[in-house]
């Protein structure tokens, strides 16, 4: 072989190298002839049979185009996120789109609103896209609207969840209807009827839904993280160890959430089920003599009649346990020593535990708005414990279980260590019951408790007596 074919050869050959070298950087041509065309090419997804059409319906983008980044140009990532739920699923969910926007599910107006009208009760209380942002809070609504966004309103729709198996969901719609697995979406598979697994994804932690599974928060400390196995702690799907608690006896009789939680935000008649009156429990378990020969029917017992449930809840006599987190310390940091946090690591939250950890930036996300923002918030408690239930009345008089809700201090040091902020609490303390403690419907029913029973039938007893003697006018006013 000639000098000269030789040469040509072995340029030929750098050439071809040189082209396959450069095909590796640039975009795929996504309507090769060897394979394909359009987004099934390389999102290899299986299809839900009620959302079997062209993924650019709900994606946008351009499926025709020919390498990666032209063809999604325009892409809509999260099309159920609350921002393009209206404009994507409202092509044919319009109706279920109109009445999930004013859900609490999609405005979290309850939590926003009983957080701002305890510091702030001479205030108007804003709407979730009206929170105040400051990087750096410099009055006391400020700091309260950065812990809402980046430490309190985690379960909120426009968060995909920490980043912990059992979080992990979609935005809008697609956080309870979407079909999640450790490893993130399970193909493009959506629950018409939601499953339990995907209400826990909110309404884990030392929240109502954990306590219907008979789960409770260990303490963040790393002594009470056990049990260990082979030395190791196990896994954690919410981000913490829990203790093993009694059940809700509906869900040991097998009962999902939905089972009386029928009506979700997509739908404008709601529920029964009134976590105010617990006037749902009435659905199955009427007063005697408004459903004849049920078995499930009231007896005529203290307590169970109708003219006493003007006087008591279920739950006082019902809830086997309840939480009890006393002491709710939130702490800001804008540059913390993660030594001095590393003993409380584990709090629940895959940012500061990463952050801690050395494997993230001393940052937190918005979860309104996504923006990655300096500073953490650090949370503590002076006593944790699940009994003993304590009752008291609440704003109407009735007997209703009570917990430490707003019993919190917040403070806010700044980079500079000045304390900004020293342990403010909430303003309103003129409460029914103690200062930060709130009324709310645990799930833990169970067989009464015959103290606690006792004790209230006594109460109605006596309050129906004094009524009757004084509707006889043997009591005069």
Known sequence: MSKWIRTSLLSFVMVCISLFLLSGCADPDIQSPFKKSGCMECHLVKLDKQHDFQCTLCHKGNSHKKSMSSAHEGLIKRPAHPDFVKAICGKCHKKEIEQSNHDVHFTLSNEIGMVWSSFFPESEVPDLK????????????????DMLRRRCLRCHLF??????????????????????????????????????SRCLSCHYGNFVGWDYYGRFETDYEEDY???????????????????????????????????????????AKKSSFSDLDESGCLTCHPFAGEI????????????????????????????????????????RQDNPDMEDWYYLRTQGSSEIEKAVNGEGPPMMRDKLDGVLRPGMWFQGFIRRRWAPVVIGKDEKGRFRVFRPILNMYVSYPNEQADILFNNMVPERNEWPFKPGWMPYTPHTIGPADVFRTMQIGAYILKSQQGLAEYRSGEVKE
């Not at 005529?300 to 003007?310: S, T, Y």
């Open 130 to 145: 009206s929170l105040p942002i400051e990087t750096y809070p410099t009055d006391t609504p400020t700091l309260i609207s």
């Open 159 to 196: 968060y995909e969840g920490d980043d912990y198996a059992g979080t992990k969901r979609g935005t809008g719609c697609a956080a309870c209807h979407m079909r999640f697995t450790e490893n993130g979406p399970q193909d493009h598979k959506f629950y018409k009827k939601v499953p339990d």
């Open 225 to 267: 993280r056990a049990p260990l196995k082979e030395g190791r702690h196990l896994k954690r799907p919410y981000g913490l160890e829990y203790h093993e608690m009694t059940p809700d006896i509906h869900k040991q009789k097998n009962m999902a959430c939905g089972d009386c939680h029928k009506k979700g935000p997509c739908s």
């Open 292 to 331: 004849e020969y049920s078995l499930k029917t009231l007896s005529q017992r203290i307590g169970h009649r109708k003219e006493d449930f003007a006087l008591t809840a279920c739950t006082p006599c019902h809830a086997v346990w309840s939480f009890r987190d006393e002491g709710r310390f939130l702490l």
